[in-house]
């Protein structure tokens, strides 16, 4: 079982709709989690980082559920250049080095 | 500092050549990090240094790579006798210990 696993889609979506994506784990012992977003041929960038309570930046809300070992990002109100992969990233392990999910395609369309 | 900065952007290799790629992190990071990202796939660890020391290796860093961060700046990336398996993206990244991680724009490598 990988240790990061994510639905690659593409998920299509129109403008202004909401859009959730899920990740599990396979790690309980994982310590630290983010999303990060990748453009087409373009670095993965910080989207988020992930905390235990969940949290909230503008349009996008992160989740934890440790017990059922997933994260989730939600995104409202899609615009057009929310358009990207997102990427499941977790740390475990002393050496804190981070993992990376496969990435979920995201395309909102007018 | 303008970030995490990798030289060549692009590769473009005959098979059997050496490659070597550079890296150079935000100045007050102690972690570099190597990655290596193919076509649908997620960012694959290859291998991290804390200052000038490498930590950890992946198992796919295979004999034929080797990595250096002497003196705890820079990094370089040597891939020798390569193969157009290794017709990838490498990407640099670089964080303080604990810290998120902060990606290079990569370079692209292509084998022919």
């Known amino acids: 079982r990988k240790e990061v696993e994510q639905d690659p889609g593409p998920f299509n979506v129109p403008e202004g709709a909401t859009v959730a994506f899920n990740c599990t784990y396979s790690?309980?012992?994982?310590?630290?989690f983010f999303w990060y977003r990748q453009d087409c041929r373009k670095e993965p960038k910080l989207l988020m980082s992930?905390?235990?309570s969940g949290n909230e930046d503008g349009r996008f809300t992160a989740q934890l559920n440790r017990a059922s070992q997933y994260i989730s990002l939600l995104i409202r109100d899609s615009k057009l250049s929310d358009s990207a992969t997102y990427l499941c990233v977790l740390t475990s392990g002393g050496s804190y080095i981070p993992t990376f999910g496969r990435g979920t395609s995201l395309i909102v369309h007018p | 500092d303008t970030g995490v900065s990798q030289d060549p952007r692009h590769k473009i290799t005959k098979r059997g050549q050496n490659v070597t790629f550079r890296c150079d992190p935000i100045?007050?990071?102690?972690?570099l990090y190597w990655y290596r990202q193919t076509l649908g796939q997620g960012p694959e660890f290859l291998t991290y240094?804390?200052?000038?020391?490498?930590?950890?290796k992946s198992r796919l860093l295979s004999d034929r790579f080797s990595a250096e961060r002497p003196k705890g700046s820079f990094s370089t990336l040597e891939i020798q006798r390569t193969e157009q398996g290794d017709s990838a993206m490498y990407l640099c990244?670089?964080?303080?210990?604990?810290?998120?991680?902060?990606f290079g724009s990569g370079t692209r490598l292509t084998v022919v």
């Open positions: 790690n309980s012992a994982s310590q630290s």
């Open positions: 992930v905390y235990s």
């Open positions: 100045s007050e990071h102690n972690r």
């Open positions: 240094f804390q200052n000038e020391a490498q930590l950890e």
């Open positions: 990244a670089s964080s303080q210990f604990q810290g998120t991680v902060t």
